[in-house]
């Protein structure tokens, strides 16, 4: 850059913002909504994945996603299943449709007795306690975005445990 040209770039880089700024910045928002948009969803699922119990919790990793399927009498009934990895704790769930929009949770987490387990969702955050054999269950649950957080019982030195989001 020139003597000139990098005092002017200089001038121009101090002086406020101005309403011809504010016109170009816009053409290049549009510009980049046009060809390069955020992704559906995108903003949403950061905020919900991110929590305070994520700063200080294991974070557990998806291990393996089997599909299972059974019948019930006249009607299929398709379930599947993931189990989900940590130091501390291996959960595995199954997700079972009741509905168009609810599931079944059946789960169960090793060690898992005592755990308090709350499965956070778009819509909120349940809560129950695994019992002695690591059983939990959410009987009805919107599909959407979800995710599990395990507390292990008071007096445990395990850690807590924050699961990745998925979709149910």
């Not at 980049?32 to 557990?60: H, K, M, S």
């Not at 929009?101 to 987490?109: C, E, F, H, S």
């Not at 695994?130 to 007096?155: K, M, N, S, T, Y």
Request: no cysteine; proline share 7%; glycine share 8%.
């Amino acid at each position: 850059m020139t003597p000139s040209r990098a005092s002017r770039f200089a001038e121009l880089t101090a002086a406020p913002i101005d309403d011809q700024d504010r016109r170009i910045l816009a053409q290049l928002g549009a510009l980049y909504d046009a060809v390069d948009p955020v992704p559906a969803g995108l903003v949403e699922r950061i905020q919900f994945g991110i929590t305070l119990d994520a700063l200080e919790a294991e974070v557990a990793e998806l291990q393996r996603a089997t599909p299972l399927a059974g019948v019930r009498g006249d009607e299929v009934t398709e379930a599947q299943t993931v189990t989900f990895t940590s130091p501390s704790v291996t959960t595995m769930v199954t997700f079972t449709p009741v509905s168009a929009d609810r599931t079944r949770i059946d789960g169960w987490a090793a060690p898992g007795a005592g755990y308090t387990i709350a499965l956070r969702t778009e819509f909120g955050t349940s809560e129950t306690v695994a019992d002695e054999d690591g059983r939990f269950v959410f009987a009805d649950v919107a599909r959407g975005l979800a995710q599990f957080v395990l507390r292990p019982p008071a007096g445990s030195t395990h850690p807590v445990v924050v699961t990745p989001s998925l979709e149910l």
